[in-house]
């Protein structure tokens, strides 16, 4: 999997597509937000097996199971080589507690809510405890 020569302009179009997009289980959760980043990065889907598949957190967690990942972690570590938080770059997958988020330099956005505003969140590079190369 290589990134799209204009993944830049596709990720920036996905990202402003979402910035005030609430989070809703199936369709825009942490995880699918992270599947979808990589489809605009790649043109590659890894989400169809969840995709629309669930409408809870009990749900993604069934949904996960039965495609033999304990968790999201799990899922990413498959999927894409594991890196520390300082090396990821634009377009990497990076983990805060058990949500994942898109890195944009040195922050990340991740789907939730500050204060009143739902959607899209900045979390500072120091908050990440694990990272996914997107290459």
Do not use: N
Request: glycine share 8%.
């Amino acid at each position: 999997m290589t990134r799209l020569l204009d993944w830049e302009a596709r990720l920036a179009d996905y990202l402003a597509s979402v910035a005030d997009r609430p989070m809703a289980w199936g369709s825009h959760d942490c995880a699918l937000h992270a599947a979808h980043a990589i489809l605009a990065l790649t043109g590659e889907d890894h989400a169809t097996a969840y995709r629309g598949r669930y409408q809870t957190a009990r749900g993604a967690a069934r949904a996960l199971r039965r495609q033999g990942h304990a968790d999201v972690e799990a899922q990413f570590d498959v999927l894409f080589p594991a890196i520390a938080p300082a090396f990821a770059q634009r377009g990497d997958i990076v983990q805060r507690g058990d949500a994942v988020g898109v890195c944009i330099g040195a922050e990340a956005l991740f789907v939730g809510e500050e204060g009143e505003r739902e959607g899209l969140v900045r979390v500072p590079r120091r908050e990440w405890t694990k990272a996914w190369a997107i290459r």
